[in-house]
């Protein structure tokens, strides 16, 4: 008796298929002559057509039975769990094709059995030729299904590999065509991708368009399965075949279309499925890289090519005088239209008597202030007065009064007639922080004075002039307050078209070693008597990885708070000078700084003062990074594992038996570690 594996309906005692363990089996399931294993035709015609011509693949691996669904239509499940692609069975087990249920289960068949059910043994002697040359042709063909696996795999792979060196949507859609001619066997291949669903009758080859019948089963078969499905539909004479297919997102009204010409394997209807595989999956793989590609390419038309910003000689020397330092790209963009807002625009002559208007746009400390006054120096009224109003600063009620100005008598305390700041600064400039804080009503009047160049004093007829240049500024995103309403469309689009973006400090990374350096070497100018000071690499480290929300403004404060509270006489600014609002913005909310180093003794031997360095540093660390060992394995560069291992030898070290100089070791390391001595000294 040989180890069979039997195959039967749930309620048949005789089983439909017996399969011969002995030897490694690997079968097809259907219900056309193409599988390896039919559906009787005693089955329902029903529950038969509900099976694929070639269903499932049942195979053997090991001592295990394995099942994989083969594209089917109506899917395959094991103990009513839905296979998608190889699993294990679990035998005994119920094996659903469709609408059709088998019941597979192991058991013990004889050799006449087995033969009678035409399973095949190579090694059986009484084989007939018949039953040879069938054995010979059924390994033949599955080493050619095998092969053309591959095939459609390393053709795959291909195409990928090709398209991702593409950098433009015309290069992609040629290699695509290009290698499907070639797996295709096909004349030409066309690909057309995002196909809306009105065009897609056009995007057909006109045989397919000229059956009309055919066309429109087609298109209704697209419309019910092409978001899961790829659908080919072929010409009465095999000459064309068009592929079909929704690429994500699904819910999208287009589609792609793949048109081949000729193909050899329209006519060879067992490597349709293959076809189809391979087009459907290269295509939702490479739709999402098609979209970016036009994006990229639509940018990219619409894009004119910028020379580098790069400000003047004059304009950085200025900026260095007034402290408004900075190397990264955004910040010289900056001082470039900053430049240019100052010689050309401001100081050109302007239609009629509309009032010059630059826009800051840009988070609080980024130093809007700073470049406003800049400009106002750059430009042709450098030698006239510069006015700053915060607007967030005055009351909403009292806008109108400190801009325009009133007449004495024209509110309760208008004891006297007063000039507003577009008066005081006529012939000067006038700079305007927070202008986003101002109501909506003196927004409308503003933009009278920005149009005109005219005005009234409160409590007054009498129309007055002004010319001087307007620089405006909001840390908020305009058009967000437009849609909030709390800034006037009309307002920005008056004042939006000279906008100049600074951008905060956490984008300018490389700015901050730069503007350390500029700020120490200033304050080193004012307090020369006290020495000169450098910031240690720790310092620097730390500064680094702060993320500044309060930008420049925050970094200078915090420099001139670190200065001043390192010693007199200190070469360097160590983290111990620095704030401790700082180290909780760096979400460390205590630090424990380790005293000077003491000088090595002469009487340890090499080895056991490199031991207490090597204590000293992990205390250290592991009380900078609160106790956190997987931060102190990435800040010292090591696995952590190795860390673990340190801090496992250095408890056992804690608990051995010391003398005088050991103890005066423990006692340093305990101030070092601080809140962390608990988990040092835990068992």
């Not at 910003?309 to 200025?318: E, F, G, Q, T």
Request: net charge negative.
């Amino acid at each position: 008796m040989a180890k069979a594996l039997s195959i039967a309906l749930p309620e048949e005692r005789e089983p439909w298929w017996v399969l011969d363990l002995s030897r490694p089996i690997s079968v097809s399931i259907g219900r056309s002559a193409e599988a390896d294993l039919t559906v009787p035709e005693s089955v329902s015609d029903e529950i038969r057509h509900s099976v694929s011509r070639v269903h499932a693949r049942l195979f053997q691996h090991g001592d295990e039975i394995w099942i994989e669904d083969l594209d089917s239509h109506n899917f395959t499940s094991v103990n009513g769990h839905f296979v998608f692609d190889a699993v294990r069975v679990p035998v005994p087990c119920n094996i659903r094709l469709g609408a059709l249920t088998l019941r597979a289960e192991f058991c013990e068949a004889s050799p006449d059995v087995l033969r009678r059910l035409r399973n095949i043994n190579h090694d059986d002697p009484a084989a007939t030729p018949n039953d040879v040359l069938a054995s010979t042709l059924y390994s033949a063909r599955e080493w050619e299904a095998v092969r053309q696996h591959f095939r459609w795999l390393g053709t795959l792979f291909n195409v990928l590999e090709a398209a991702a060196q593409a950098r433009r949507p015309q290069e992609l859609a040629e290699s695509l065509e290009r290698y499907l001619v070639r797996f295709l066997h096909a004349h030409d291949v066309r690909v057309e991708f995002d196909v809306p669903w009105p065009s897609l009758q056009a995007a057909l080859s006109p045989e397919l368009n000229s059956t009309e019948t055919l066309l429109a089963a087609g298109i209704d078969v697209v419309q019910r399965r092409c978001a899961e499905h790829c659908i080919h539909l072929s010409s009465s004479d095999c000459r064309h075949t068009n592929w079909i297919v929704a690429t994500p997102p699904l819910n999208s009204a287009t589609l792609t279309v793949v048109r081949a010409t000729r193909s050899i394997l329209v006519a060879e209807g067992a490597a349709l499925g293959e076809a189809d595989a391979l087009v459907s999956m290269a295509l939702r793989v490479l739709q999402p890289m098609m979209i970016t590609l036009q994006e990229v390419e639509s940018r990219r038309a619409a894009t004119t090519e910028l020379l580098p910003h790069r400000p003047s000689a004059r304009m950085l020397d200025v900026c260095q005088e007034e402290g408004f330092w900075g190397i990264s790209e955004r910040h010289y963009k900056a001082l470039y239209y900053s430049e240019l807002a100052a010689t050309r625009y401001l100081s050109a002559r302007r239609a009629g008597n509309k009032l010059g208007v630059v826009f800051f746009l840009g988070e609080t400390g980024t130093g809007k202030s700073v470049l406003s006054r800049i400009i106002h120096r750059l430009s042709e009224r450098g030698n006239q007065p510069f006015y700053e109003l915060n607007c967030a600063a005055i009351p909403v009620t009292l806008a109108e009064s400190e801009l325009f100005g009133y007449e004495k008598g024209a509110h309760d305390k208008a004891f006297a007639s007063k000039r507003g700041w577009f008066e005081v600064a006529s012939t000067g400039t006038l700079f305007l922080d927070e202008i986003g804080k101002t109501s909506t009503d003196f927004q409308s009047k503003l933009l009278k004075v920005l149009d005109t160049g005219e005005f009234c004093r409160l409590g007054s007829d009498t129309t007055r002039k002004t010319n001087c240049n307007i620089i405006l500024a909001t840390s908020e995103d305009p058009k967000g307050l437009c849609a909030e309403g709390r800034l006037l469309y009309e307002f920005w689009y008056r004042v939006g078209a000279f906008t100049i973006t600074l951008a905060p400090l956490r984008d300018r990374e490389e700015d901050v070693p730069h503007l350390i350096e500029q700020r120490i070497m200033q304050l080193n100018q004012l307090h020369r008597e006290e020495g000169s000071k450098q910031v240690s690499a720790s310092v620097l480290n730390l500064l680094k990885a702060y993320t500044w929300p309060g930008n420049i403004r925050e970094l200078m404060q915090c420099l001139d708070v670190a200065y001043a509270l390192s010693p007199a006489g200190a070469e360097a600014i160590g983290v111990e000078d620095l704030s401790e609002g700082f180290f909780r913005g760096l979400g460390i909310n205590a630090v424990t700084v380790a005293p000077t180093h003491h000088r090595p003794a002469a009487t340890k031997a090499w080895d056991e003062y490199m031991l207490e360095l090597e204590r000293e540093y992990f205390v250290t660390m592991l009380a900078a990074c609160a106790g956190n060992l997987s931060e102190v394995a990435r800040r010292a560069c090591k696995p952590y594992q190795t860390i673990h291992n340190k801090l496992h030898k250095l408890r056992k070290w804690l608990h051995e038996p010391k003398d005088a100089q050991s103890e005066r070791e423990l006692e340093r390391l305990r101030s070092i570690a601080g809140e962390q001595w608990e988990l040092l000294t835990r068992v």
